[in-house]
């Protein structure tokens, strides 16, 4: 994918759901109340290229639903609201959502002829006991095979996992991570479980039949698998819900939502990284800390919180944070 691309977002919540998932609900999480038509497509993308400009890597991006289980005529109405822009070149390509069991040789095809480029697969999870609780309807083994088949196809395949549903922990977690990433996809999401007012995971957790998904479980576990996939050189495009007034304004009842989860996680990975690298420092002595100028925020902390937490832990008379020649995400000693 081309870091330089530029999203014209339309977002299809809940149509072509085949299943109740517990957590979701696509127009809160996404703050669309309505779905696209073939005519707010026309709009949104004349309305992206006037604000965006046509000189770009522009792609139209169906979010939210499942777009291959929607009627084929209407599938085809939306992409082909796309097509007077792609043949003109000013749109360069569509990206689109759907579930790892909407996913066949047909349907492959028609998107190809679509102008269709890039596929997010919903995985969620590998844990097949998690996906049955969640109400999810497939099998990691169906994940496995769409996206063998997407990037067969030679689509650009991005995967969606979630953190904290119904039965799962983090070794599921981990476990589910190295399984994607044995994929071989050209991005992840990565979406900590969030209990949204009105879902079935709601009352579940009401009842005291799911335990909630803390910010700080949730950071720890991230933790855990961003290093992961960028080993693998796989980019995670996302980190976290996207805030909305919704979930931002109380339908986030509980579970790990945060405006700034992504910088929580990476401001953990720093943290661990700085202590290996101050466990032989002595007691009454001053540090400083190298760090890519980008990342000086989170190896402080959110209120300084890291920089107090490795003071106290190592008894350090001093400590200071300092932008420096250095990779991003790693940290050295000055």
């Known amino acids: ?60 991006a169906f979010y939210g639903g499942s777009f291959t289980a929607i009627p084929v005529r209407e599938q085809e109405a939306l992409l082909g609201a796309a097509l007077p822009f792609l043949l003109s070149k000013r749109l360069r390509s569509i990206r689109l959502s759907t579930r790892p069991d909407a996913i066949d040789a047909e349907t492959l095809e028609r998107l190809r002829r679509c102008g269709v480029k890039t596929i997010e697969l919903g995985a969620q999870s590998m844990d097949d006991e998690v996906l049955r609780r969640s109400g999810r309807g497939h099998t990691a083994a169906q994940t496995e095979a769409a996206a063998r088949a997407v990037k067969a196809a030679g689509f650009e ?29 050209d991005g992840v999401r990565i979406y900590p479980t969030v209990i949204v007012a009105g879902t079935p995971l709601e009352t579940l957790w009401r009842r005291g039949e799911y335990r909630e998904h803390t910010v700080d479980e949730a950071v720890d576990w991230c933790a855990a698998i961003l290093p992961l996939f960028e080993a693998a050189g796989i980019p995670v ?38 202590q290996t690298l101050l466990a032989d420092a002595a007691p009454g002595s001053e540090a400083v800390l190298l760090v890519h100028p980008s990342d000086v925020s989170a190896m402080t902390g959110q209120h300084r919180a890291n920089l107090v937490s490795l003071v106290g832990a190592f008894s350090l008379a001093a400590l200071k944070v300092r932008a420096g020649d250095v990779p991003r995400g790693e940290v050295r000693l000055g």
């Not at 073939?38 to 993308?45: D, L």
Request: glycine share 8%; charged share 20%; proline share 6%.
């Open 1 to 60: 994918m081309t870091a330089r691309r530029a999203i014209i977002p339309v977002f299809v919540p809940h149509l072509g759901c085949t299943a109740n998932c517990v957590f979701c609900d696509q127009r809160k999480i996404s703050g669309s109340e309505r779905p696209a038509t073939a005519e707010s497509v026309t709009r949104a993308v004349s309305e992206g290229l006037a604000r965006i400009g046509e000189n770009t890597d522009t792609q139209l």
């Open 157 to 185: 395949l991005i995967l969606q996992m979630m953190t904290g549903l119904p039965g799962d922990t983090k070794d599921k977690t981990i476990a589910t991570a190295k399984r994607l990433i044995a994929l071989a996809p």
């Open 237 to 274: 495009i996302r980190l976290g819900l996207n805030p909305t007034e919704e979930l931002s304004g109380g339908e986030a009842v509980a579970g790990a939502y945060h405006p700034a989860f992504g910088e929580l996680v990476r401001s953990r990975i720093l943290l661990e990284r700085a």
